[in-house]
């Protein structure tokens, strides 16, 4: 089994600064990619950042130049650096990963999803 779970969520105000982090804990062999979605109540869940096993990284428009991901490979952890905040980034904040799994017949990869964290944005 693997678990992921979440960290760093909270209230700021507007132009203040938070850090989410994920951990993958369990059976794991290795893990491919990693992204941060949100879903804010009522609007459909939406990639926020991905970061690819080859070290490219990619992020929705409106974020760019303010939200950083990052990985700890070493530690099972990413990171979402979350600068210059604004009350339409207010969401719950969900963690995924492609993690391969050990097991007796290979290394198959399955998607995991952390518990969500909430972050709010007061203006």
């Known amino acids: 089994q693997v678990q992921l779970v979440e960290s760093g969520g909270g209230l700021v105000q507007a132009g203040g600064s938070l850090r989410l982090s994920c951990t993958a804990s369990g059976n794991i062999n290795s893990i491919l990619d990693m992204a941060w979605y949100r879903q804010a109540p009522g609007n459909q869940r939406e990639l926020v950042a991905s970061s690819q096993g080859d070290g490219s990284t990619n992020y929705v428009d409106s974020v760019k130049g303010r939200f950083t991901i990052s990985r700890d490979n070493a530690k099972n952890t990413m990171y979402l650096q979350m600068n210059t905040l604004k009350p339409e980034d207010t969401a719950v904040y969900y963690c995924?990963?492609?993690?391969?799994?050990?097991?007796?017949?290979?290394?198959?990869?399955?998607?995991?999803w952390g518990q969500g964290t909430q972050v709010t944005v007061s203006s």
């Open positions: 995924k990963m492609i993690i391969t799994i050990l097991s007796i017949s290979g290394t198959p990869r399955f998607q995991y």
